[in-house]
């Protein structure tokens, strides 16, 4: 049996000396959109910040395609095809949608002609961005500052794509676009592992849920077994 795309395993990890996670696994195999859902405080984010090497992790393993990442160096991660879109967008204020977007590229040595090509497909997904290309990225709807960071994630050429809080305080037209396109995106290839604290919308795209409570994944499954589980229909859904 072949081995998962991606694979962590015993994750431990924290700030200063408070401990944040306590163990945490999860895998996705190749093309794969997998979810991580739970309350705030969780410990989400610091899980997609210690596989994208922004937090070190302290004990355990993280792999992609076989390859060993935890706690390498961001730079190293993204050569090997971990691209973060990060909680709050995290855009270049100043400068412009167009320059945003190329800042996804520093890493990549393949020529101007590829990079145009990647930045073309890029705004053929997120047409309303081709339109803003050179307006200033801070002065971009919340909507659209998704769209501008998860272009941005897109233009390193990703294998993995972690999202985290896609939805986070947009409006649900905005959501249901972005799913779509993010659906697009798996079908070229990419395997998504998101964080959304809206439970029925990442239930719904993904293919596998991680529940994390208190720094611990505490249920995994398809995510169609995690909606029909009584369990998370009152926790996360409201439905006794």
Request: aromatic share 4%.
């Amino acid at each position: 049996m072949s081995a998962p795309f991606f694979r962590a395993d015993g994750v431990e990890a924290g700030y200063g000396g408070v401990q944040v996670l306590w163990g945490v696994g999860a895998e996705l195999e190749r093309g794969q959109i997998g979810c991580i859902v739970g309350s705030n405080g969780a410990g989400k984010t610091t899980f997609m910040r210690c596989i994208a090497g922004l937090n070190a992790a302290w004990k355990g393993t993280i792999e992609v395609d076989g390859r060993a990442i935890a706690s390498h160096p961001p730079h190293q991660i993204l050569s090997a095809g971990v691209a973060l879109v990060p909680e709050g967008r995290r855009l270049f204020p100043g400068m412009s949608v167009r320059d945003n977007l190329l800042m996804g590229t520093f890493l990549r040595r393949d020529g101007s002609a590829a990079i145009n090509a990647d930045l073309d497909r890029a705004l053929g997904m997120f047409p309303v961005l081709r339109e803003r290309l050179s307006q200033d990225a801070g002065t971009l709807s919340g909507g659209e500052q998704q769209m501008c960071a998860i272009g941005r994630g897109l233009m390193s050429r990703p294998r993995l794509l972690l999202i985290d809080e896609l939805s986070l305080g947009l409006a649900p037209r905005i959501v249901e676009q972005l799913t779509h396109i993010l659906r697009e995106i798996n079908e070229q290839g990419v395997t998504i592992l998101l964080v959304e604290q809206d439970v029925i919308t990442a239930l719904e795209l993904a293919d596998i849920g991680f529940v994390m409570d208190r720094g611990r994944i505490v249920k995994s499954g398809p995510t169609e077994e995690l909606a029909d589980d009584p369990v998370i229909r009152e926790a996360y859904l409201g439905i006794v």
